[in-house]
């Protein structure tokens, strides 16, 4: 197993199996990989203000889940989608049930229901919703990217 680390993203460790079924090799993979665009992950205060400072006075989306939440997978994808799309934007995903310390930090933003979106710039938190409504999502990153530009 082992863990890549590029310029753009940390991509979690990927793992992949074979089985036999009915005369059938499936290919099972898990982990995280290439489908995570550039999105970075971030477990506690300290690894995501280290990755915001990385963004300067540029945009920062969060998106805060779980492992459990349904609608928190269904919206990924277009998380995802966005931080391929525009490059200048810093996206960062927070499982807020990882260990203590990402449920401090969930505790300290006062989360109490995920997903929930943060928007940040220059450390300042600038928007905020919740929902796994993708139009949503992106009129709302596209809309703090257009008030970057002017």
């Known amino acids: 197993m082992t863990t890549t680390t590029t310029s753009k993203a940390v991509y979690a460790p990927k793992m992949t199996r074979t089985r036999r079924v009915n005369n059938r090799t499936l290919v099972i993979r ?57 490059p200048k934007v810093t996206f960062v995903k927070i499982m807020g049930d990882t260990d203590l310390e990402s449920r401090a930090l969930m505790k300290e933003w006062g989360v109490r229901v995920v997903p929930l979106f943060f928007l940040f710039r220059n450390g300042e938190k600038v928007g905020e919703w919740s929902g796994a409504k993708a139009d949503v999502l992106r009129e709302n990153v596209l809309a703090a990217c257009n008030a970057d530009e002017k």
């Open 30 to 86: 898990a982990g995280a990989g290439e489908t995570d665009g550039n999105v970075k992950f971030a477990n506690n205060k300290a690894e995501f203000e280290a990755v915001s400072a990385t963004a300067g006075a540029g945009l920062v989306a969060v998106q805060i889940s779980t492992k459990t939440c349904g609608p928190c997978k269904v919206i990924y994808p277009t998380f995802v989608g966005l931080s391929n799309e525009l």
